[in-house]
């Protein structure tokens, strides 16, 4: 299916980490919003604030809001909404770091995915890369295997389904436009957003969570890093979508753990939240395993 499609890996690497570089840094406000809003409530704020964005971008002429295969929008959509369901409601039952962990299996589950179903070729090298940066990406986020449990495991489908949605964007979505992708995503977050918010004042729990939270009237300290999150978030994730739309998943899926390289660094300039050791030489695997990738290709 993928016969006609465009492939500019060097395009694709540089949109993914050029991505990388904005997520890694707006992610690191996520604990200042939840201070005062929940899970629910930040997707379904954050896009009402990102849509009229991405309106924009189609107006400016960066690409057409109407899908051409509404079914194969929809299932990426919902794939990676899914995704990042089960991401967040693991944030609610373990530490981050062992969150993220699970969530970084992405990579793993595209290169299986691509040899075993979709017949791709992989090679040695790309499969080397991969556990490399994975390895890398263990060691910057140190989860701890001591308390490991099978709700562990919640990340990992979310890992599951995000690799799913890279796929999507690559065999099903490569002649979308990008904005009609970003959009996509955004309405289905934002309802996402909206049936969390129901569901929880429907069911009132006793005690509130960041994932438990309902709608709270006074958002006040949140909104600048609202706005921050969400116009972030529209370029990151438009340069994502890029990526995968020019580059084969397994490949573009490396540099991915670039996040792992700009997120440490700005929260050590910013926030002054320390790197050890461990870090550092995780960072570097990281790094090697994007130029294994790069030079083989």
């Given at each position: 299916?993928?016969?006609?499609?465009?492939?500019?890996?060097l395009a694709a690497?540089?949109?993914?980490?050029?991505?990388?570089?904005?997520?890694?840094?707006?992610?690191?406000?996520?604990?200042?919003?939840?201070?005062?809003?929940?899970?629910?409530?930040?997707?379904?704020?954050?896009?009402?604030?990102?849509?009229?964005?991405?309106?924009?971008?189609?107006?400016?002429?960066?690409?057409?809001?109407?899908?051409?295969?509404?079914?194969?929008?929809?299932?990426?959509?919902?794939?990676?909404?899914?995704?990042?369901?089960?991401?967040?409601?693991?944030?609610?039952?373990?530490?981050?770091?062992?969150?993220?962990?699970?969530?970084?299996?992405?990579?793993?589950?595209?290169?299986?995915?691509?040899?075993?179903?979709?017949?791709?070729?992989?090679?040695?090298?790309?499969?080397?890369?991969?556990?490399?940066?994975?390895?890398?990406?263990?060691?910057?986020?140190?989860?701890?295997?001591?308390?490991?449990?099978?709700?562990?495991?919640?990340?990992?489908?979310g890992g599951f389904?995000?690799?799913?949605?890279?796929?999507?964007?690559?065999?099903?979505?490569?002649?979308?436009?990008?904005?009609?992708?970003?959009?996509?995503?955004?309405?289905?977050?934002?309802?996402?957003?909206?049936?969390?918010?129901?569901?929880?004042?429907?069911?009132?729990?006793?005690?509130?969570?960041?994932?438990?939270?309902?709608?709270?009237?006074?958002?006040?300290?949140?909104?600048?890093?609202?706005?921050?999150?969400?116009?972030?978030?529209?370029?990151?994730?438009?340069?994502?979508?890029?990526?995968?739309?020019?580059?084969?998943?397994?490949?573009?899926?490396?540099?991915?753990?670039?996040?792992?390289i700009f997120g440490?660094?700005?929260?050590?300039?910013?926030?002054?939240?320390?790197?050890?050791?461990?870090?550092?030489?995780?960072?570097?695997?990281?790094?090697?395993?994007?130029?294994?990738?790069?030079?083989?290709?």
């Open positions: 299916m993928t016969s006609c499609v465009e492939t500019r890996p690497s540089l949109f993914m980490i050029a991505a990388m570089s904005v997520i890694g840094v707006i992610d690191n406000v996520i604990p200042l919003i939840a201070r005062d809003i929940g899970l629910w409530q930040f997707h379904a704020v954050r896009a009402v604030i990102a849509l009229p964005l991405v309106a924009a971008l189609s107006l400016i002429g960066l690409g057409s809001l109407k899908p051409q295969r509404l079914w194969a929008v929809v299932l990426r959509s919902v794939t990676l909404a899914i995704s990042m369901m089960f991401y967040f409601s693991a944030l609610a039952i373990m530490p981050i770091a062992q969150a993220l962990a699970g969530l970084f299996t992405s990579p793993i589950f595209i290169l299986l995915i691509s040899s075993g179903l979709l017949g791709n070729r992989i090679g040695f090298w790309r499969i080397g890369a991969v556990a490399l940066g994975f390895a890398g990406t263990l060691m910057v986020l140190q989860p701890d295997p001591v308390n490991f449990d099978m709700r562990t495991l919640i990340p990992v489908a389904f995000y690799a799913l949605s890279a796929l999507a964007t690559r065999q099903l979505c490569a002649h979308e436009s990008t904005v009609c992708l970003l959009a996509g995503m955004w309405i289905t977050l934002g309802v996402m957003g909206g049936i969390g918010l129901l569901v929880m004042e429907v069911w009132q729990p006793e005690q509130e969570s960041f994932v438990t939270q309902r709608w709270t009237p006074t958002i006040g300290a949140a909104w600048p890093w609202l706005f921050v999150q969400a116009i972030g978030s529209v370029i990151g994730v438009f340069m994502i979508i890029k990526a995968y739309q020019l580059g084969e998943p397994s490949y573009v899926s490396i540099f991915e753990y670039s996040v792992m440490p660094a700005f929260a050590l300039a910013v926030f002054g939240v320390p790197i050890t050791f461990m870090q550092v030489i995780g960072t570097l695997m990281i790094a090697m395993a994007g130029l294994i990738i790069a030079v083989r290709s």
